[in-house]
T-cell receptor, first 115, second 112 residues
Framework: GAVVSQHPSWVICKSGTSVKIECRSL??????MFWYRQFPKQSLMLMAT?????????EQGVEKDKFLINHASLTLSTLTVTSAHPEDSSFYIC???????????FGDGTRLSIL | LAKTTQPISMDSYEGQEVNITCSHN???????ITWYQQFPSQGPRFIIQ???TKVTNEVASLFIPADRKSSTLSLPRVSLSDTAVYYC?????????????FGKGTRLSVIA
C-alpha cells in the first residue's frame, strides 16, 4: 500500500534554530501533500497544503514566512520551521493520497522540541 | 466539510466488542465517512471508509444508517493494543487535493 515517510522522527534544538522536516511518498507520486500540527492531547490542525511546482496554500493564522514549504518533486515536500521558538514545539505530521478517491496516508510524524 | 461529533472517551475490557458512534447531521450527498486510528506519537492510520449500509474489512466494520446522519465504527474483540484515539471524518470522497478536517476524536482505553 501507499507509504508516506517523514524524517526526522525527533528533533531537539535550541531556540532560534531553523529546522527542516522532510515528507516523502515512497511508492507513489503526490502532486499535493498536507502538513498538520498536533499539540498534546489535541487533534490534528491543518497548517498548509503543499503543491508540487507551485506555492503552498496556508491556513489562516499560519505564518508562511515562519513555516516554509517546498514541494520541488512529486515525492518530496519539506517544511522548514525558521527561527524556531519554544511555542513551536509540537508534533508535525504530513499526509498524501496516491490517487483520487483514495484515503490519505500519513507519515509517522516529527516531534519537534525547542529548548 | 461536515462537522462530526464523537464521544470524548470510552473504556472497554479486553475481548469485548467496541462500538463508537459518530454524528454528522450535515453530511452532503457526495460525502464519504472515513475513520482513522492514532497511537501516541504516530500519524493517523486509515481504518475504514464507507458511503452507506455496511462495510467490513479485516480490522473493523462500519455501519451507516439510511439517513447517513451518523455512523458506527465496530471493533470486534478489542485488545490492549487497540488503545488509541479514533477519528471520524466526513468529506467529498477524499480526493488527493482535499485536506482532512479532524474533530476531537474518541480516546479508547482498553483495560485488561
Amino acid at each position: 500500500g501507499a507509504v508516506v515517510s517523514q524524517h526526522p522522527s525527533w528533533v531537539i534544538c535550541k531556540s532560534g534554530t531553523s529546522v527542516k522536516i522532510e515528507c516523502r511518498s515512497l511508492d507513489f507520486q503526490a502532486t499535493t501533500m498536507f502538513w498538520y500540527r498536533q499539540f498534546p492531547k489535541q487533534s490534528l490542525m491543518l497548517m498548509a497544503t503543499s503543491n508540487e511546482g507551485s506555492k503552498a496554500t496556508y491556513e489562516q493564522g499560519v505564518e508562511k514566512d515562519k513555516f516554509l514549504i517546498n514541494h520541488a518533486s512529486l515525492t518530496l515536500s519539506t517544511l522548514t520551521v525558521t527561527s524556531a521558538h519554544p511555542e513551536d514545539s509540537s508534533f508535525y505530521i504530513c499526509s498524501a493520497a496516491d490517487r483520487d478517491n483514495q484515503p490519505q496516508h500519513f507519515g509517522d510524524g516529527t516531534r519537534l522540541s525547542i529548548l | 466539510l461536515a462537522k462530526t461529533t464523537q464521544p470524548i472517551s470510552m473504556d472497554s475490557y479486553e475481548g469485548q466488542e467496541v462500538n463508537i458512534t459518530c454524528s454528522h447531521n450535515n453530511i452532503a450527498t457526495n460525502d464519504y465517512i472515513t475513520w482513522y486510528q492514532q497511537f501516541p506519537s504516530q500519524g493517523p492510520r486509515f481504518i475504514i471508509q464507507g458511503y452507506k449500509t455496511k462495510v467490513t474489512n479485516e480490522v473493523a466494520s462500519l455501519f451507516i444508517p439510511a439517513d447517513r446522519k451518523s455512523s458506527t465504527l465496530s471493533l470486534p474483540r478489542v485488545s490492549l493494543s487497540d488503545t488509541a484515539v479514533y477519528y471520524c471524518l466526513v468529506g467529498d470522497a477524499y480526493s488527493g487535493n482535499t485536506p482532512l478536517v479532524f474533530g476531537k476524536g474518541t480516546r479508547l482505553s482498553v483495560i485488561a
